[in-house]
């Protein structure tokens, strides 16, 4: 599990070369699952996109963060046994990314309260992804019944 906070923090590990080794990682070992939560702009969900185009992996899962936290930090959870957290610091307006204070653990504790906190913001992008799609039904449901009203006003 990867949560990364901003649009700049995506596109820093993408240009270090982070993502492609967590791809070659799935490629080698595909019993391994990776789900990653981002913030997203146009870029981000291009270069996701691109990715996923490149590597059809079934065992990789990109959700993206609907309303991006106020807290940057990184969050890494591997297995439910280890994670890491790192403070991104972002400079000003620039797409500049520096790294502050990190934390790894393997305190059960401390993992299992990061991999609640992942899985809820999961979560919570599941609900919007199927309220967004009722909403759509509801849409279309509506332009059905009122082309049937005009068809039976019509038909009078």
Known sequence: MIIFPTVNTFRYYQEVGFIRSILDGLNKNPSTI???LTAKDTNVINIVERLLRQHSLHNLDIKYIVQPA???VLTLVVDRKFSLSVEVKEQGN???TIMGLATYSNSKS???SYASIFESIWRQDELYEQLRHST?????MKRYL???LREVKGSK
């Open 34 to 36: 990776v789900n990653i």
């Open 70 to 72: 106020e807290a940057t």
């Open 94 to 96: 620039s797409q500049e």
């Open 110 to 112: 401390t993992v299992l």
């Open 136 to 140: 759509e039904d509801l849409g279309e």
């Open 146 to 148: 009122n082309q049937v």
